[in-house]
């Protein structure tokens, strides 16, 4: 959650009574460590619906490509870790941590299964909006038109206080395009 937080340049204080909406969660902790600390968070990822056994193998396996590649590469990315097994065992944690909120949680709407730019809550309104390494990170999969319709799904889903997207930066270093 610390991580989030810096990420966004968010406060507890920002979030405390809010509303928040989550997407491109995937395996972060954030929405149960908030959910915990008493902050209102649905989180929503295309991956949501699977089972909490199916998602944690599906972590456990992702993680390994990702460490692997980090460990080839000598760069420990956006973690910021004194080395890449510490980043390592601090991302397992919290994978762990979200399928057992996962598994408790799922079925009373704390998560959502879709993907932008498709929200369903065009119902609901959010007071922050997040939405973390998803825009922006992968050109090759995701073009201009994507990203305006994203954003104007996102942006919709806002009720005017704070919303962040990060990062602005493609995964091989380049500034995006987009
Ligand atoms: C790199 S992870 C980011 C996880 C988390 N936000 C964080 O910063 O630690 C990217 C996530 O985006 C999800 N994703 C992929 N396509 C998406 C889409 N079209 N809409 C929303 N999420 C998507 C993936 O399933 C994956 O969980």
Redesign the pocket.
């Known amino acids: 959650m610390s991580e989030?937080l810096q990420?966004f340049n968010l406060s507890m204080g920002d979030l405390r009574d809010r509303s928040v909406l989550?997407?491109?969660?995937?395996?972060?902790s954030f929405t149960a460590e908030a959910c915990r600390a008493g902050i209102d968070v649905v989180a929503?990822?295309?991956?949501y619906g699977k089972s909490a056994e199916a998602l944690a193998a599906h972590v456990k396996l992702d993680y390994g490509h990702m460490f692997d590649r980090m460990r080839a590469t000598e760069n420990s990315g956006r973690f910021r870790f004194k080395s890449i097994d510490e980043a390592e065992r601090n991302r397992r944690a919290a994978a762990r941590r979200f399928v057992t909120d996962y598994e408790s949680h799922y079925a009373q709407g704390r998560y959502f299964g879709?993907?932008?730019?498709q929200l369903p809550f065009l119902d609901r309104n959010f007071d922050v909006v997040l939405c973390?390494?998803?825009l922006y990170?992968y050109p090759a999969n995701h073009d201009y038109s994507f990203h305006f319709e994203?954003c104007r799904k996102l942006i919709c889903g806002w009720r005017g206080k704070k919303y962040g997207f990060t990062p602005c930066v493609v995964l091989m270093g380049d500034r995006s395009r987009n």
């Open positions: 989030y990420f989550d997407v491109a969660v995937g395996p972060s929503v990822d295309p991956l879709a993907g932008l730019p973390a390494h998803l990170l994203a």
